[in-house]
T-cell receptor, first 116, second 112 residues
Framework: NAGVTQTPKFRVLKTGQSMTLLCAQD?????MYWYRQDPGMGLRLIHY???????AKGEVPDGYNVSRLKKQNFLLGLESAAPSQTSVYFC???????????????FGQGTRLTVV | GQQLNQSPQSMFIQEGEDVSMNCTSS?????WLWYKQDPGEGPVLLIA?????ELTSNGRLTAQFGITRKDSFLNISASIPSDVGIYFC????????????FGTGTQLKVEL
């Protein structure tokens, strides 16, 4: 019963390096989200996807790109990492569309990224 | 970007005490969710609220969806040490991916 799995769990990058964070869910969820969590600021939405092949910007999209080539995977890319992107990144997914209860989102365990 | 106003920011209580925290917004939400986050983990859903005025319980937790649809509160009765963590409210808007907007969190510490 994997749920939402994020890889890697930890990463240290040098400024200017690139990397991709992977989120995989096995619950057949349509919607997937990437959040970042910073101290005292809760979770802020970076990008999201409402289905395979679609992506949209969230609240803080600058410096990030995403792709949803397969329904079960949502990738978050940093093309040129900056110290301001040091954060904990969380992926979430939601049940298939339809019905009030499909608004419950389930989270991965997070990726702790440090950019030096 | 919008974030919900959640209070208090932190609480330090005695084991056995009841705890209350709330979340307010300038926008209307159709669903309110309450999550708990343990250190090093992702948020885990505690309670979901779907209708204005709804009162829902999950064990020692009780949450209510405000009548105005702009607020929600969470109560924890008879707190125990494992209640320690950060509690987040989240409002869910209609349309546009049904995005969750999170509160800034309430850090709960329980003293034995």
């Amino acid at each position: 019963n994997a749920g939402v799995t994020q890889t890697p769990k930890f990463r240290v990058l040098k400024t200017g390096q690139s990397m991709t964070l992977l989120c995989a869910q096995d619950m057949n969820h349509e919607y997937m989200y990437w959040y970042r969590q910073d101290p005292g600021m809760g979770l802020r939405l970076i990008h999201y996807s409402v289905g395979e092949g679609t992506t949209a910007k969230g609240e803080v999209p600058d410096g990030y790109n995403v792709s949803r080539l397969k329904k079960q995977n949502f990738l978050l890319g940093l093309e040129s990492a900056a110290p301001s992107q040091t954060s904990v990144y969380f992926c979430a997914s939601r049940r298939p569309v339809g019905g009030a209860k499909n608004t419950e989102a389930f989270f991965g365990q997070g990726t702790r990224l440090t950019v030096v | 970007g919008q974030q919900l106003n959640q209070s208090p920011q932190s609480m330090f209580i005695q084991e056995g005490e009841d705890v209350s925290m709330n979340c307010t917004s300038s926008s209307i939400f159709n669903t309110w969710l309450w999550y708990k986050q343990d250190p090093g983990e992702g948020p885990v859903l505690l309670i979901a609220l779907y209708k204005a005025g709804e009162l829902t319980s999950n064990g020692r937790l009780t949450a209510q969806f405000g009548i105005t649809r702009k607020d929600s509160f969470l109560n924890i009765s008879a707190s125990i040490p494992s209640d320690v963590g950060i509690y987040f409210c989240a409002g869910v808007s209609t349309g546009g991916g049904n995005k969750l907007t999170f509160g800034t969190g309430t850090q709960l510490k329980v003293e034995l």
